[in-house]
């Protein structure tokens, strides 16, 4: 069966950076689009990046542009995300996701509903 598990999370201080990794199994990778999420408390899951299976492609949450950075490592079936400039509203579970079937890379690449299969997430705590 399908696993993805997250790793990386932790307690940072505002301005500070993180890495996070994903590994799956179950699945041959590099044929699928692979995505990040968050949740905060209270809130609803929101995306935060994708990526392409070749990872030629990405794509961001506008707040994320420019301070996150997804990359994924085919041989290692595993994907990143290189979190800078962390805020305090970062303070999130971050989980990342896998479809069950290969999509075109796309605008439905950020949608929760995308997605069929999602690790346990790791907790992201950044202190002002």
């Known amino acids: 069966q399908v696993q993805l598990v997250e790793s990386g999370g932790g307690l940072v201080q505002a301005g500070g950076s993180l890495r996070l990794s994903c590994a799956a199994s179950g699945l041959t990778f590099s044929n699928y689009v692979m995505g990040w999420f968050r949740q905060a408390p209270g809130k609803e899951r929101e995306f935060v990046a994708a990526?392409?299976?070749?990872?030629?492609?990405?794509a961001y949450a506008g707040s994320m542009k420019g301070r996150f950075a997804i990359s994924r490592d085919n041989a290692k079936n595993t994907v990143y995300l290189q979190m800078n400039s962390l805020k305090p509203e970062d303070t999130a579970v971050y989980y990342c996701a896998a479809p069950s079937t290969s999509y075109s890379f796309g605008y439905a690449s950020t949608a929760p509903k995308s997605y069929d299969y999602w690790g346990q997430g790791t907790q992201v705590t950044v202190s002002s």
């Open positions: 990526i392409s299976w070749s990872g030629g492609r990405t």
